[in-house]
Every structure is written in C-alpha cells, then in structure tokens.
C-alpha cells in the first residue's frame, strides 16, 4: 500500500478542486488561442466537411498594416479614445468618488445610480442606444460656449474639449466600477490623518495632493488598466467593428480577422505598458 504524506494529499485535493479551470482554460483559452496564430499566417476558407487553410506567411499581416484602409481609419479613433477618453474617465471618477464620500443625505441612493449604466450598459443595449442618439448630449451644437470654442479657438485645443463634450453622456455611462473602487479606497483612509493636517494649517488643495492622491495612486493604475480593457473590447470600438465585419467578410475573410485581433492585442499590451510606466512605478525618496 502506498503512503502519501499530508502534504502530497493536501495538493492532490486542491488540484482535483482547480483541474476544471485548468481544463476549462486550456479548452477554451489556450487552444482557441493556437488557432487565431496558426489563422493569422493562413487563408481560411469554410468548408461543408471543416474548415481549410493555407499557409500564406505574413499576407495577412502585411494587409492589416498597410493595404486595409478601414482599419487605417480606425486605427486614429482607438487612439483618440485611448489618451482622451480613458483619462477623462478616470478623472470623473475621482471626481464623483470625492463627492460621494462626503456626508450627505441619500449616499446610498446616488452611489447605486452612478453604478446602474454598469449593469444595464451591455452590448445590445449601448448598441441600441446609440442608434437613437441618446449617448450624446441632444442640442450641445447650439451652446455660445461650445460655438466659442470650435469657431474661435485653434484646432488643436478645441478638437480635444469638443470630444469632451461630444462624449460626456458616455464618459459618466463608464464610471461606475471607477468609482467604487476610488470610493473603497477614499474610505479606508483615516480620518485623523486629515484633522491632524488641518491643525497644520493644510487647505484642502494641498490635502488632497499631499494626503488623497498619494493613496489614490495604486488605485488609479488599477482603473486605467480595467479602463483601458473596458474600451478596448467595447462594441462601440471601432477596431472591434473592423475585425467582427472582416470574419466573414469574402474580401478579407477570417485569416485577415485574426491577424488584426494580434496586431490589436500588442497594441492594447502597448497600452498598458503605458500605463504602468506613467502611474505604476514608485517615485524614489
């Protein structure tokens, strides 16, 4: 009869608890993964009994980066989205996480209304939604400050501001998750810290750069990676529409799909390289 130790049975029991993740990862992640690789170096053609391929080295490739003009043209929009609209979410949930985290009246009540487009923001329905033009806001062309700003200022202030306004229905609609996390983080800081600052003769500008933003910072990565990720994969980007419209698409086809799902993720892996560089590493004393 063979021995096992305790602590050879407590492993066997806890990989026999992980074995359906793995197994469901490989299934379902990694060999999925293989295929879009071995797609993207092939033209893939659909076939009553399978699907067949032929290897065709980096056409694919070389169409996504230099013959395709629509992913050219998209290309320019997950940028602008990238370095204006992830910031301003972050920032607007800094915002929203400051006033919800002061005592008033009905807390609870706003905290679940700032989160509620989280809930019911899913594809279909943002889809829907922006059919009818309701994530803009309705007659911001007519404003004496939006006229101002695109008339008489130069293009390369306005473009920014005006995206800004152009998107705030939709910026607020991504703050929800945001949000929360800055508030859990606003309240685990100790109250005294603060009373102890204003005895100093702190304003409140200076604790919220010497005391708030400081905690916030590990916070702020945290919402800029899952921001990031959160516009990436939204249905709205038009990255993901070229790829989705090019599957089956008999120009293109699924080969070409795959090829610009890879170029997409080093670009999003570039992101939050990015990312991480600006707001991950920690300042040296």
């Given at each position: 009869?063979?021995k096992?130790?305790?602590?050879?049975?407590?492993?066997?029991?806890?990989?026999?608890?992980?074995?359906?993740?793995?197994?469901?990862?490989?299934?379902?992640?990694?060999?999925?993964l293989f295929?879009?690789?071995?797609?993207s170096?092939?033209?893939?053609?659909?076939?009553?009994?399978?699907?067949?391929?032929?290897?065709?080295?980096?056409?694919?490739?070389t169409?996504?980066?230099?013959?395709?003009?629509?992913?050219?043209?998209?290309?320019?929009?997950?940028?602008?989205?990238?370095?204006?609209?992830?910031?301003?979410?972050?920032?607007?949930?800094?915002?929203?996480?400051?006033?919800?985290?002061?005592?008033?009246?009905?807390?609870?009540?706003?905290?679940?209304?700032?989160?509620?487009?989280?809930?019911?923001?899913?594809?279909p329905?943002?889809?829907?939604?922006?059919?009818?033009?309701?994530?803009?806001?309705?007659?911001?062309?007519?404003?004496?400050?939006?006229?101002?700003?695109?008339?008489?200022?130069p293009?390369?202030?306005s473009?920014?501001?005006?995206?800004?306004?152009?998107?705030?229905?939709?910026?607020l609609?991504?703050?929800?998750?945001?949000?929360?996390?800055?508030?859990?983080?606003?309240?685990?800081?100790?109250?005294?810290?603060?009373?102890?600052?204003?005895?100093?003769?702190?304003?409140?500008?200076?604790?919220?750069?010497?005391?708030?933003?400081?905690?916030?910072?590990?916070?702020?990565?945290?919402?800029v990676?899952?921001?990031?990720?959160?516009?990436?994969?939204?249905?709205?980007?038009?990255?993901?529409?070229?790829?989705?419209?090019?599957?089956?698409?008999?120009?293109?086809?699924?080969?070409?799909?795959?090829?610009?799902?890879?170029?997409?993720?080093?670009?999003?892996?570039?992101?939050?390289?990015?990312?991480?560089?600006?707001?991950?590493?920690?300042?040296?004393?």
């Open positions: 009869m063979i096992i130790s305790l602590k050879r049975k407590e492993q066997l029991i806890g990989l026999g608890f992980v074995s359906p993740w793995i197994i469901g990862f490989i299934v379902f992640m990694v060999y999925p295929n879009t690789i071995v797609y170096f092939s033209q893939v053609r659909f076939l009553l009994n399978g699907i067949q391929t032929t290897y065709v080295k980096l056409v694919n490739y169409d996504v980066l230099l013959k395709d003009p629509d992913f050219k043209l998209a290309l320019p929009q997950y940028f602008i989205q990238i370095f204006l609209f992830v910031p301003m979410v972050v920032v607007f949930s800094i915002l929203l996480s400051l006033l919800l985290n002061c005592k008033l009246r009905g807390r609870r009540f706003f905290r679940a209304l700032f989160f509620l487009p989280v809930i019911i923001m899913s594809g329905v943002i889809d829907n939604l922006r059919l009818t033009n309701a994530i803009t806001l309705q007659g911001l062309y007519n404003f004496p400050v939006y006229k101002f700003i695109a008339e008489y200022l293009n390369v202030i473009s920014p501001i005006l995206y800004i306004f152009d998107n705030a229905v939709l910026i609609w991504h703050t929800g998750v945001q949000t929360l996390i800055f508030l859990s983080a606003l309240q685990k800081i100790d109250r005294s810290i603060y009373e102890a600052s204003m005895v100093d003769g702190a304003s409140s500008w200076q604790q919220f750069w010497k005391l708030t933003l400081p905690v916030l910072r590990p916070f702020i990565l945290l919402n990676i899952y921001t990031i990720m959160d516009v990436s994969m939204s249905s709205l980007n038009p990255i993901i529409i070229q790829i989705k419209s090019a599957m089956f698409n008999i120009r293109k086809g699924f080969g070409f799909a795959a090829a610009a799902s890879w170029v997409y993720f080093i670009i999003i892996l570039f992101a939050v390289l990015l990312s991480y560089l600006l707001f991950g590493r920690e300042k040296n004393n």
